[in-house]
């Protein structure tokens, strides 16, 4: 059973960095392709899809949306079974609560988020 679990959000200012990390409580994520997510404020039934890695095995394409290709890097550590989000140079823009899910995203498996905030 895959209990997803994001971490590392927060209250920043514009500029600064996060790292963001997601882990499964309950089966290892070895075997997944694992995405990030965000919800921005206001948007109650839209979680955009900002990056996604594929499975450790596989070792295929990293996918980054336009709005965070260059600040964001998305990685995985296959021995504690978690799945990283480094931001850099956040915006305000990027205040949102972020998520990470398997590939394809799968309902049953949305987790509570963390929240991340960048305000001057």
């Known amino acids: 059973q895959v209990q997803l679990v994001e971490s590392g959000g927060g209250l920043v200012q514009p500029g600064d960095s996060l790292r963001l990390s997601c882990t499964s409580s309950?089966?290892?994520?070895?075997?997944?392709?694992i995405a990030w997510f965000r919800q921005a404020p206001g948007k109650q039934r839209e979680r955009d899809e900002i990056s996604c890695i594929s499975t450790s095995s596989r070792h295929g394409p990293i996918y980054y949306a336009d709005s965070v290709k260059g600040r964001f890097t998305i990685s995985r550590d296959n021995a504690k079974t978690m799945v990283y989000l480094q931001m850099n140079n956040l915006k305000p823009e990027d205040t949102a609560v972020y998520y990470c899910?398997?590939?394809?995203?799968?309902?049953?498996?949305w987790g509570q988020g963390t929240q991340v905030t960048v305000s001057s």
């Open positions: 309950g089966t290892t994520l070895d075997n997944y392709g």
């Open positions: 899910n398997t590939v394809p995203y799968t309902d049953r498996y």
